[in-house]
């Protein structure tokens, strides 16, 4: 059975917010040290880290999953020509240039509140 992603959490806590295909939010909540949460096959997921930080094993459930990530140096904005990023989220070339290379050269989204994601580890 193909589930998509089941994350475990080692140590720490943070807000986990899961959309769907159509970008609809389908988890938005807490996890702390000691609870699963399941990311379906082809959603999206973005992690913000407690105050103690937040550290996970990720379970892939199919021999084929791919991790793509939004930002930082391996994202797959990195791909995209600036005009498009600058068109796609109607923001100034020179945000367009921030955004596809990300100057603090971590992995890290936005959440609401602007902070970034912590530790990943994939098993």
Do not use: C
């Not at 080692?10 to 609809?24: K, L, T």
């Not at 939004?70 to 367009?96: C, K, M, W």
């Amino acid at each position: 059975m193909d589930i998509g992603i089941m994350v475990y959490v080692i140590r720490g806590s943070a807000r986990v917010q899961v959309v769907n295909e159509n970008g609809n939010p389908i988890l938005d909540d807490q996890v702390q040290e000691g609870q699963l949460f399941i990311v379906p096959q082809n959603h999206g997921v973005i992690t913000q880290a407690g105050n103690e930080g937040f550290e996970y094993i990720a379970f892939k459930t199919n021999d084929n999953a791919m991790i793509s990530t939004l930002a930082g140096r391996t994202s797959i904005l990195r791909a995209l020509p600036l005009e498009v990023l600058a068109n796609a989220y109607q923001i100034q070339r020179q945000q367009a240039h921030q955004l596809k290379y990300n100057y603090n050269r971590q992995e890290t989204i936005a959440l609401s509140s602007s902070q970034s994601f912590q530790r990943r580890v994939v098993a």
